[in-house]
């Protein structure tokens, strides 16, 4: 029976990750989104280009309809609203979390064996989310993070050295965002130490453009954020899945202890093979690297603080509304604690 992977969000991200997906056939593909006809538009135009790629991946797209994700062994999450001008990092918080918490309940019961992986921001924070509206296991959740910043830390020291690519193996550890820790320590050049190659300064200013990498594509797209790299991070995370690879990599994954960090996500190395996350990898610090993860970890913590504040205030106006009908007089609710939900879907 072949495989199935499920793509929530058929965007930029999501679609161009599901064409690579589809050219290695390994599985089928099936696109959901909010957008009348687009999805299905997609996969029909990914369809018709399988004679020319030689492959037999059966593509389907569609509007809103759940059902057609059931029996998934892989589904990934790259629904959400990005960051608009005026909108804090509470709004975009709560609409994302809105997002992806509704999403995660309509798929998890129709799949109780699957795989997510988070691509949705802020990313770290999302997992918490997606593990908590699953009731899944901690292996079967991990977010797409490590795996680019570690491709953007290998691309900067390429270019800088004139090498090939493929004589970088980058090391980043961390949150996905700009408290990211590239290790230079770990990186290596053909086997040999980038240190051995680059500066302090040099390095310091290629880890700088690393951690603000998405950033500057943003502003130099001006419409719309990165996806040829993200896309291909999340096809080499779900071919080592489905493959069986026993592939180190790094990956957002729930801690219990390792590294120093209890109850977060936090991008470290990982085992990824058929049951997802099949060991977490921990390697030794140095005391400021490992004062630099902790941050690092520290700024996911205020995130999830933040989602549980918004949980509790929920939690609180259901309690009201659940003793409304027993109150003998009207009592008048202020208007400012009415917590609007997000509904804008669209990437």
């Known amino acids: 029976m072949r495989k199935k992977i499920s793509f929530l969000g058929a965007g930029n991200v999501g679609a161009t990750a599901a064409m690579r997906l589809a050219e290695l056939d390994l599985a089928d593909i099936v696109l959901i989104d909010v957008q009348e006809g687009m999805p299905k538009g997609k996969a029909l135009d990914m369809a018709e280009a399988s004679p020319l790629e030689k492959h037999n991946s059966r593509i389907t797209g569609y509007t809103n309809n759940f059902s057609k994700t059931q029996g998934s062994d892989i589904i990934v999450i790259s629904a959400g609203v990005s960051r608009k001008p005026g909108m804090s990092r509470d709004d975009l918080l709560s609409t994302n979390r809105d997002i992806v918490s509704s999403l995660v309940e309509k798929v998890a019961p129709m799949s109780r064996d699957a795989i997510l992986i988070m691509v949705t921001n802020p990313l770290d924070a999302m997992c918490h989310v997606a593990l908590e509206a699953s009731g899944f296991p901690r292996n079967r959740v991990m977010g797409m993070a490590g795996v680019l910043d570690s491709s953007r830390f290998a691309t900067f020291i390429a270019l800088e050295l004139n090498v090939s690519v493929e004589n970088v193996c980058a090391f980043v550890l961390g949150g996905h965002g700009d408290t990211m820790v590239p290790l230079p320590r770990y990186t290596c050049v053909a086997g040999i130490p980038v240190t051995e190659f680059l500066s302090r300064e040099r390095l ?70 058929s049951d997802g996350v099949e060991e977490i990898i921990e390697v030794k610090l140095t005391s400021k690297e490992q004062k630099a993860l902790s941050r690092s970890a520290d700024s996911v913590r205020e995130l999830v603080d933040v989602l549980k504040g918004f949980e509790e205030k929920a939690a609180g106006k259901q309690r009201t509304a659940r003793l409304k009908p027993r109150l003998k007089r009207k009592v008048k609710h202020d208007p400012r604690e009415v917590l609007e939900q997000g509904e804008d879907l669209r990437k």
């Not at 502003?219 to 899945?241: N, R």
């Not at 592939?247 to 190395?269: N, R, W």
């Open 204 to 273: 310091d200013a290629i880890m700088e453009r690393t951690r603000n990498s998405g950033s500057e594509i943003v502003s130099l797209l001006k419409v719309s954020s990165a996806y040829y790299a993200p896309a291909c991070a999340i096809k080499e995370m779900v071919e080592a899945i489905l493959k069986d690879k026993k592939k180190i990599m790094p990956c957002s994954a729930y801690l219990e202890g390792e590294y120093g960090i209890e109850g977060l996500f936090v991008g470290v190395p990982v085992k990824l093979g």
